[in-house]
């Protein structure tokens, strides 16, 4: 196999390995053994374990790149990698886009750059001690943006701290920390954490917490709304005394983890589902909505619940950020409305609605919210 041996990219990380590298190093890709050496090289580092999937590349470092701080290894990234904490991980990865059918290990990253450095970064964290930093090196052919996203997706903070402009390219060295969240996530147990979804008020991760699937959900950064998570934490604890909503699991000043719930959404389970499941689940969404409005609590929302509703082997409603205690709450007109919109998708399935029926018997139950013109509107629907 090729050895990649120094070139810009090279010497710009290293300037930045002899300032930054402390206590235990990781050198991922070493090649000729450059970074390593150059982390060696500074006093407040302790040891180094470089690693590379090139043979050629750690046998020519065993042979030339000696020093007594250094240990050379086969690994494919964090493949042969010991259980451990790093309190530096560097990372100067193939990242040009791939050319030709077959990959050049040294220099391409995938076919569109980042692969490789996406695949670096799902298991980067687990080898990062809580302070620890990652000093990650690529070029503008990688597709800023992209290695961006896939930083923000693993919560992890970042700052570019050089750049050059090289021929075609602009290369760039990143620093990289975990950030305040992921370090209090980890400290409480949740690994594996993973980007999921986001809104307009809201960001969703998924995450392991003993052995179970979890969703974790924190404030936009760009967003303006005050108090949302702290809202959805406290009708959380409250609904969930009830069976409504996910189950809260734990929370912290501007975050919440509840219980990943697997399925569909209502948008996109309605169209393949039976006469039969369709009934089952409205019902239940009726009664989640009648025991709100017995609770004098307005989710909002439930006019539009096309993805507040979660379908598995269970019924949940998810977002309750928008909550709000109230003396006229509308959570069963509002589903009505929702329910009297599906009209067409229905009628397919062999459901009909009759609007000015649904709409007179919303009507009634609104000015007096109690079971018995509740029971109605699901006669009316035949639930």
């Not at 990253?109 to 996406?118: Q, R, V, W």
């Not at 670096?120 to 990650?136: C, D, Q, R, S, W």
């Not at 009934?279 to 096309?306: A, G, T, W």
Request: proline letters at 3%; aromatic letters at 10%.
């Amino acid at each position: 196999m090729v050895i990649y041996y120094p070139r810009e990219d090279s010497y710009l990380l290293e300037k930045h390995v002899k300032r930054l590298a402390i206590g235990s190093v990781l050198d991922v890709g070493t090649g000729t053994g450059i970074q390593a050496l150059a982390a060696a090289s500074n006093k407040r580092v302790k040891k180094v374990l470089a690693i590379d999937i090139n043979k050629a590349s750690v046998e020519y470092c065993k042979k030339k790149s000696k020093h007594k701080k250094i240990k050379y290894k086969i690994s494919d990234l964090f493949s042969k990698v010991p259980k451990q904490k790093f309190d530096t991980i560097i990372f100067n990865p193939p990242y040009l886009p791939q050319e030709s059918k077959r990959r050049d290990i040294t220099t391409e990253g995938g076919k569109k750059g980042h692969e490789i450095i996406e695949k670096f970064l799902k298991k980067a964290g687990n080898y990062l001690t809580p302070n620890g930093n990652i000093l990650l090196l690529f070029s503008s052919l990688t597709n800023r943006h992209m290695v961006e996203h896939l930083l923000k997706a693993k919560m992890l903070d970042f700052k570019m701290i050089d750049s050059i402009h090289y021929f075609f390219e602009e290369l760039y060295v990143y620093n990289i920390i975990k950030s305040p969240l992921l370090k209090e996530l980890e400290k409480k147990g949740v690994t594996n954490i993973d980007y999921l979804a986001q809104g307009k008020r809201g960001i969703v991760y998924t995450g392991k917490y003993k052995k179970k699937n979890i969703a974790i959900k924190t404030k936009k950064p760009a967003s303006e709304a005050i108090g949302r998570i702290k809202n959805e934490i406290n009708f959380l604890k409250l609904l969930n005394k009830h069976k409504i909503g996910p189950t809260l699991l734990m929370h912290g000043k501007n975050w919440l983890a509840y219980t990943f719930i697997p399925g569909q959404f209502i948008k996109d389970w309605l169209p393949k589902a039976k006469k039969t499941e369709i009934k089952r689940v409205l019902k239940s969404v009726f009664n989640k909505c009648f025991k709100m409005d017995q609770l004098k609590i307005n989710k909002e929302e439930m006019h539009h619940p096309l993805k507040h509703v979660i379908i598995g082997k269970s019924i949940k409603m998810i977002d309750f950020e928008r909550a709000r205690k109230t003396k006229d709450p509308k959570n069963v007109s509002q589903f009505c409305q929702f329910v009297m919109s599906l009209k067409y998708v229905l009628s397919k399935k062999g459901i009909k609605i009759d609007k000015k029926k649904i709409i007179n018997l919303a009507k009634i139950y609104k000015k007096n919210l109690n079971s018995a013109s509740f029971k109605a509107i699901l006669k009316e629907l035949t639930l």
